[in-house]
């Protein structure tokens, strides 16, 4: 059974960087494709990018490029999130999200999500 | 962008009744329109891929239909774990988006 393992709730000030991790199970690390979504309280889903745990491909939602990076380690079979430069606009629920079964735009294992707080 | 427009943006609606959710897309998508489950506190779950194609575990009173920029979910006797939002999504080109939310809620 897949399972998507996120790291804890962050609380950053504007202008810092957050970096949140993601751990798959249940196959083969280098199997994955993971996306990440957000949510701001209240608010609807976001798509922010895409990343091949394979080779490391990347696709990026155009508004995220320069600030967001994906990245995975084979080593430890974890990926990552960063944002800089965080503005409370980036305050929201971060999901770690993984189109395993229909391809990979069709969510089918979702995270339990990250809560990052931006506030001075 | 493909922009993703479901109506209503909410509605109210009874245990055992039909529900209806539209999604418009601003381009035509062909088939690749996902629709996802939110209930509150929790993250979403994947219903329906490929516009009509149930996700493994998902009831048969969810059902989807539609094409190109018109689609449509429908849940039939609606049960009291249907009340959740719900959320169109649009793989037909990156970036992937969502539509905006439908909050079913208990009338």
């Known amino acids: 059974q897949v399972q998507l393992v996120q790291s804890g709730p962050e609380v950053k000030q504007p202008g810092a960087s957050v970096k949140v991790s993601c751990k798959p199970s249940?196959?083969?690390?280098?199997?994955?494709?993971l996306s990440w979504v957000r949510q701001a309280p209240g608010q609807g889903l976001e798509w922010m990018g895409w990343?091949?745990?394979?080779?490391?491909?990347?696709k990026y939602a155009r508004r995220f490029q320069g600030g967001f990076t994906m990245t995975t380690d084979t080593s430890t079979s974890t990926a990552y999130m960063e944002l800089r430069s965080l503005t409370s606009d980036d305050t929201a629920v971060y999901y770690c999200?993984?189109?395993?079964?229909?391809?990979?735009?069709?969510?089918?294992?979702w995270g339990q999500g990250t809560l990052v707080t931006v506030s001075s | 962008d493909i922009q993703m427009t479901q109506s209503p943006s909410s509605l109210s609606a009874s245990v055992g009744d039909r529900v209806t959710i539209t999604c418009r897309a601003s381009?035509?998508?062909?088939?690749?329109l996902n629709w996802y489950q939110q209930r509150p506190g929790k993250a979403p779950t994947l219903l329906i891929y490929?516009?009509?194609k149930l996700h493994s575990g998902v009831p048969s009173r969810f059902s989807g239909s539609g094409s190109g920029t018109d689609f449509t979910l429908s849940i039939n006797n609606l049960q009291p774990e249907d009340f959740a939002t719900y959320y169109c999504?649009?793989?037909?080109?990156?970036?992937?988006?969502f539509g905006q939310g439908t909050k079913v809620e208990i009338k």
């Open positions: 999200v993984s189109g395993y079964s229909y391809g990979a735009g069709a969510f089918d294992y």
């Open positions: 249940g196959d083969t690390f280098t199997d994955f494709g």
């Open positions: 990343i091949s745990a394979y080779n490391g491909n990347t």
């Open positions: 381009q035509t998508i062909s088939t690749y």
């Open positions: 490929g516009v009509s």
């Open positions: 999504q649009q793989i037909y080109n990156t970036p992937w988006t």
